[in-house]
């Protein structure tokens, strides 16, 4: 423990609590639980960084030392709603460590302003809650083709759900034509999870379709293969009537350390150029 003078403590613990949250913001998680660590060994009361090590033992799939965090932040503040809701998404884990961890990515930087290249949907035909709670905003997830179906799996393989039925259809003969896709959580809980698809090849062949049409310019496109001279099929939607949007913020952290753990996607325009969705 770091012997200190009673003026040099609050500026020594900002310092750290500083470094620890930028730690976890670039997913280096072992040394966020480090810096964690150390900071409750000189400040034993201090609740962010019980809940900062929480989380940073989760991500590292280290579960019982996860739960002892947040239990020792619950008896500093026993109304924590960050503590009360991590520690009851681990008890449904079970008591085992995970076996590997599922570290968050960069990839959801990559998801900002992406004109009709970008979209939100909720999965269906969900895997059980153990599978779900696994995962948490920002973590990579895979696509994969199963028959008419699209799979979402996590990175270790196993199944979390299926793209919507219509979002799927237009996917899958995207993919089947050469576009490729990636994939990031943008909220989860026991019975329910969202993710955020991204185009990121479309091939030469797929040029004249967007992956992610608005409502109104899917309706137009229709109405003009319906009558021919009605409408016009174009990309450009109507600006009234944007798609509905998820947001991404996640309550797990305290006041403060809100960009540690949370997806760094400020915004996503729809193909006219209007903001569907906005970071809190």
Same mark, same amino acid.
């Given at each position: 423990?770091?012997? #200190? ?11 750290? *609590? !500083? %470094? &620890?949250?930028?730690? $976890?913001? @670039? ?25 900062? #090590? ?11 030392? *996860? !739960? %002892? &965090?947040?239990?020792? $932040?619950? @008896? ?41 290249? &970008? ?162």
């Amino acid at each position: 423990m770091t012997i #200190l003078r009673t003026d040099e403590r609050p500026k020594y613990k900002k310092e750290r *609590a !500083k %470094r &620890a949250v930028a730690l $976890a913001k @670039e997913g280096r998680w072992a040394e966020a639980a480090a810096a964690n660590k150390s900071l409750v060994g000189d400040f034993p009361e201090d609740l962010e960084s019980y809940n900062r #090590l929480g989380k940073a033992l989760m991500e590292l799939g280290r579960i019982g030392e *996860a !739960k %002892r &965090a947040f239990r020792r $932040a619950l @008896e500093i503040s026993p109304h924590s709603s960050i503590a009360i809701k991590n520690l009851d998404r681990l008890e449904q884990l079970g008591g085992e460590d995970l076996r590997i961890s599922i570290r968050a990515s960069a990839a959801p930087h990559a998801f900002i302003e992406e004109s009709g290249k &970008a979209g939100t949907t909720s999965l269906v035909s969900l895997a059980p809650p153990k599978f779900l709670l696994r995962m948490s905003p920002g973590h990579p997830v895979h696509l994969r083709l199963q028959g008419g179906a699209l799979e979402v799996e996590d990175p270790l393989g196993d199944y979390l759900g299926r793209v919507e039925p219509k979002l799927a259809s237009r996917l899958a003969r995207l993919m089947k034509g050469g576009n490729r896709y990636e994939a990031a959580v943008t909220s989860v809980s026991e019975n329910e999870m969202t993710i955020i698809i991204r185009e990121v090849f479309k091939h030469p062949s797929q040029a004249a379709s967007p992956s992610f049409p608005s409502k109104a310019s899917e309706e137009r496109r229709m109405q003009a293969l319906i009558s021919p001279g009605i409408g016009e099929l174009d990309d450009d939607p109507d600006p009234g009537d944007p798609p509905s949007m998820k947001d991404w913020s996640d309550d797990d952290t305290e006041p403060g350390d809100d960009h540690a753990f949370s997806p760094v996607i400020h915004r996503i325009i729809a193909s006219d150029g209007s903001e569907l969705g906005e970071d809190v």
